[in-house]
């Protein structure tokens, strides 16, 4: 346990791309603080072991979805809805990379990186953000990355994709205030096994660290923590902003 009380108990979160990494964590600390979550990713087996971890009974639903398909987020969102019946929380955590430059990229590998960054929180913030305007109330979180702001090798399309999540964080916010808040947290690298690529390189690891006044990269808890305050009310004026949770990478 944290020991930090969110004041979620009861809340009902959706945390999609919840089976692994930072996803996972986010759904076992809004379990820890009384919430029910519903969280969802593409292969079964994942979501299984997620489950069998998580062991949160029926305060827990995993749905076999892929977030950039609309037809299967109109799915997710009906059974929360049948099950949990509101959705107070949405964080879209999904998110994707394949490593390429911009200029080499082929149009389906652009296509596959913006659907699952962009599109999916796209079509998850639509739909949640029509139940939260009819509920007078909601909260919507967004997992950026550094890489919306800062152009890092081999990652430009997917932070082309974020920073259009981040302006869209704006927009939103704009459309659903006063009674939705939308926001976004911009995590420099945490280890999981979309960045293992990088950090499992001892050289490569220690370059980047180098680059973090904190001398460390991000455990998913890091990220976790900065999302529970903006689904909190201590965050009841903020809306519209991205925070960044990089150990003051972006400050230098
Ligand atoms: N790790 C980092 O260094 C870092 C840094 C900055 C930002 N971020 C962002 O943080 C978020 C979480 O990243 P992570 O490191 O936890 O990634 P991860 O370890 O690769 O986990 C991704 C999760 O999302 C699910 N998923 C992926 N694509 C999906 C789709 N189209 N539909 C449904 N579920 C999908 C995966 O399950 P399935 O494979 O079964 O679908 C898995 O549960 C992402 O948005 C990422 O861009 C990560």
């Known amino acids: 346990m944290s020991g930090i009380s969110f004041g979620l108990e009861g809340k009902i979160v959706m945390v999609t791309g919840g089976s692994r990494g930072i996803g996972l964590e986010m759904a076992k600390m809004f379990l820890e603080q009384g919430a029910k979550v519903s969280l969802c990713g593409r292969k079964q087996e994942g979501l299984d072991a997620a489950a069998a971890l998580l062991n949160a009974g029926n305060r827990l ?10 037809e299967d987020v109109d799915m997710l969102f009906q059974r929360t809805l049948d099950v949990f ?22 149009p389906v590998m652009w296509q596959k990186i913006i659907d699952s960054n962009l599109n999916a929180a796209f079509l ?10 009819s509920q007078k109330s909601g909260k919507i979180v967004s997992i950026s990355s550094l890489a919306a702001r800062r152009s890092a090798p081999a990652m ?3 932070g082309i994709a974020k920073a259009g999540i981040e302006m869209m964080t704006r927009v939103l916010a704009q459309e659903l205030a006063p009674d939705v808040q939308v926001n ?8 999981t096994r979309f960045s293992q690529v990088f950090w499992s390189d001892s050289n490569l690891h220690d370059q980047i660290v180098k680059t973090i006044p904190m001398g460390r990269l991000a455990e998913p808890l890091d990220v976790v923590y900065p999302v529970l305050f903006l689904c909190s009310d201590a965050a009841r004026y903020i809306t519209g902003q991205v925070l960044m949770v990089d150990g003051g990478a972006s400050a230098i």
């Open 184 to 191: 976004a947290v911009s995590p420099g690298m945490v280890k």
């Open 156 to 158: 430009g399309v997917y």
């Open 85 to 106: 019946g509101r959705i107070d929380v949405l964080i879209n955590n999904v998110g994707m990379n394949l490593i390429t430059t911009v200029v080499d990229a082929d």
């Open 124 to 133: 998850c913030s639509r739909k949640a953000g029509q139940i939260m305007r």
């Open 61 to 70: 639903l995993a749905v076999q979805a892929h977030a950039a398909k609309s």
